[in-house]
């Protein structure tokens, strides 16, 4: 996964959850220091420990989860674009049965 999404996404969930560094570096078994250098994308994130960050707030923050389903993220980057041609053409309210069904899942 990109280490710039992966540092920037795990800033913004610690910062909407209001969770310090020390609580989730305890949880993965570093240091501060570490956890630290990964959120500001000094040192780079390896799947598992971006992972591990995830399973951290999916059992910290009930109704929160994350999705690493490729598939998934191909459907959702087609949505994207079939939103974007639909308000250029205003034709949103074709798309919304499809995004309903998309965003239920």
């Known amino acids: 996964m990109n280490n710039l999404f992966c540092s920037s996404y795990m800033k913004y969930l610690r910062d909407e959850f209001y969770i310090g560094q020390s609580e989730i570096a305890d949880s993965l078994y570093i240091s501060i ?31 929160y989860s994350f999705c690493f389903e490729e598939e998934k993220k191909k ?29 239920n899942d």
């Open 75 to 103: 459907q959702a980057n087609a949505l994207i674009r079939k939103c974007i041609t639909a308000f250029v053409y205003r034709s949103q309210k074709d798309l919304v049965p499809e995004l309903e069904t998309y965003l």
């Open 33 to 63: 220091s570490t956890y630290s250098k990964m959120e500001q994308g000094n040192k780079t994130i390896r799947n598992e420990d971006f992972e591990a960050v995830i399973r951290f707030y999916e059992h910290k923050k009930e109704g």
